[in-house]
């Protein structure tokens, strides 16, 4: 599957299921063992179980494959693996403590949402034009010890 499709698979399944602060990263420089990583955040151990069952159920329904899923049985940190994206869906305290941002963060991918397009889905077209202009920004500063 391409990876803008699925990308934009993984963004509308997640906004589906009500996820907040969707972030989806370019880590094809860093590594080759996936080309994105999305970050997301669910409020409760039952939202982050259900936005990782949307993420899984709309891959598999798109033909995709579902490689891994991890912590689904607690629901404060679900990781799903389509292979060439990693999604991780985590409670806010988790991920601002994790800050998986810092590692991954290097080069966003912006991505219309149904926010933005007064309640429609960004289509592929749109993804395609902002894939090429992906923010380069420099890496984030690392945080000082206390």
């Known amino acids: 599957m391409d990876i803008r499709k699925l990308q934009r698979?993984?963004?509308?399944?997640?906004?589906d299921v009500k996820a907040q602060d969707i972030k989806v990263f370019n880590t094809s420089h860093l590594t080759a063992?996936?080309?994105?990583v999305v970050i997301a955040s669910?409020?409760?151990?039952?939202?982050?179980?259900?936005?990782?069952?949307?993420?899984?159920?709309k891959v598999k329904e798109a033909g995709g494959d579902i490689v891994s899923m991890e912590g689904e049985d607690v629901g404060e940190w679900v990781l799903v693996d389509t292979g060439d994206a990693i999604v991780h869906i985590m409670q806010p305290a988790l991920r601002q403590y994790?800050?998986?941002e810092e590692i991954w963060?290097?080069?966003p991918v912006r991505l219309k949402t149904a926010g933005t397009k007064a309640g429609a889905k960004a289509?592929?077209?749109?993804?395609?034009e902002d894939e090429d202009d992906a923010l380069e920004s420099p890496a984030?500063?690392?945080?000082k010890a206390k």
Do not use: C, H
């Open 105 to 107: 963060g290097e080069k």
């Open 42 to 57: 669910g409020t409760s151990n039952r939202q982050t179980k259900a936005l990782a069952a949307s993420v899984r159920d």
């Open 123 to 128: 289509s592929a077209q749109d993804d395609e």
């Open 9 to 15: 698979l993984i963004v509308d399944a997640l906004e």
């Open 140 to 143: 984030p500063a690392r945080r």
């Open 98 to 100: 994790y800050n998986l």
């Open 33 to 36: 063992l996936f080309d994105r």
